[in-house]
């Protein structure tokens, strides 16, 4: 180990060991979740995959039936959805499954959310990376064009930038909710 | 105690809801985004990026054009009036850096005139235009 190693072990050792006697982790906590439920920003826990324009999406709490389980075809999100849904196989409704990546590359549409009736902007992403995963097969076509409009085709594998082009599972993720504005 | 942050964090993200998305800023997530990313970065080898990249075009001989008649472009199912829209909120929020002094926002009569004059042969056009962004630095 170089001396300048030593110096920079020794400076942040001496720094933790005066932080630990004048504070306490209890208040820390307290001052962190003071501050972040004070903040705007979208923070903790929030699947983040593709891009940082996603935003937490609308409580499924309250909705009926199928439209709010993210294990069936007719869960609200996959109203565009063609694949294999990852919250069956060791995912959920907007993350992969470990072992898998998520295609930056991806087709987007738009669902009507059944509790509060908006149009929420839907990025199907494709988590590829394994085999097929076989589990919950799921093909909707709302809003999904011919093969010919390539980027609203949903008959495609979209395992694009990734580092395998196996595909496992899709995911339905909430980008915003679409305007007319 | 640490139960207890776990949910403030929680209650902060519920907090937030999903933003609104209106207008070209919609037309490019529903017909763009998909490959080109909100950020605009594109991805390497599959789809090229137009952050610090689309405004450069219209600095060049025939860039302008090129812009329309690109395939996703030229046709993309969004009318004339819609696809200057977003071209232009592309290109502001993309490209705002590199616009020539004189440029002027994308027409809907020009959109029209010029993607039904697609490109039979995108890459060596493509090739050709980043040859003349290149040499005019």
């Known amino acids: ?181 | 105690m640490r139960g207890a942050a776990v949910v403030l964090l929680a209650a902060a993200a519920a907090s937030v809801a999903a933003a609104d998305v209106g207008g070209p800023a919609l037309d490019y997530a529903l017909n763009c985004q998909g490959c080109h990313r909100a950020d605009g970065a594109g991805t390497p080898g599959s789809v090229p990026a137009l952050a610090g990249s689309v405004g450069k075009f219209l600095r060049v001989p025939g860039g302008r054009e090129y812009l329309i008649r690109v395939p996703g472009v030229a046709q993309a199912p969004l009318d004339d009036a819609a696809t200057a829209a977003v071209l232009n909120w592309i290109l502001a929020r993309f490209g705002n850096d590199d616009l020539p002094a004189d440029f002027s926002p994308y027409t809907p009569a020009e959109i029209g005139r010029l993607r039904r004059d697609p490109l039979t042969d995108v890459e060596r056009v493509r090739r050709d235009l980043l040859d003349a962004i290149a040499r005019s630095k």
């Not at chain 1, 909705?63 to 996959?78: M, Q």
């Not at chain 1, 059944?114 to 929420?120: E, I, R, S």
């Open chain 1, 1 to 181: 180990m170089t001396d300048e190693r030593r110096w920079i072990d020794r400076f942040v050792e001496t720094a933790a060991r005066q932080m630990a006697q004048r504070t306490s982790r209890r208040n820390f906590l307290t001052r962190l979740g003071s501050a972040l439920v004070g903040s705007t920003l979208p923070l903790l826990p929030v699947a983040r995959a593709a891009d940082d324009s996603r935003l937490p999406p609308p409580d499924d709490a309250a909705l009926k039936g199928d439209a709010g389980d993210p294990k069936s075809c007719d869960y609200w999100r996959h109203c565009a959805i063609d694949g294999f849904l990852c919250a069956c196989c060791g995912g959920s409704q907007s993350a992969c499954p470990p072992g898998t990546e998520m295609s930056p590359v991806t087709w987007i549409g738009t669902c009507r959310h059944p509790g509060d009736g908006k149009d929420y902007i839907i990025s199907y992403n494709d988590c590829c990376g394994q085999s097929l995963c076989l589990r919950c097969r799921c093909t909707r076509t709302e809003g999904e064009k011919p093969i010919y409009f390539t980027s609203k085709n949903n008959d495609l594998l979209w395992c694009f930038g990734t580092k395998s082009r196996a595909v496992n599972c899709s995911v339905a993720v909430v980008l915003g909710v679409a305007t007319k504005s």
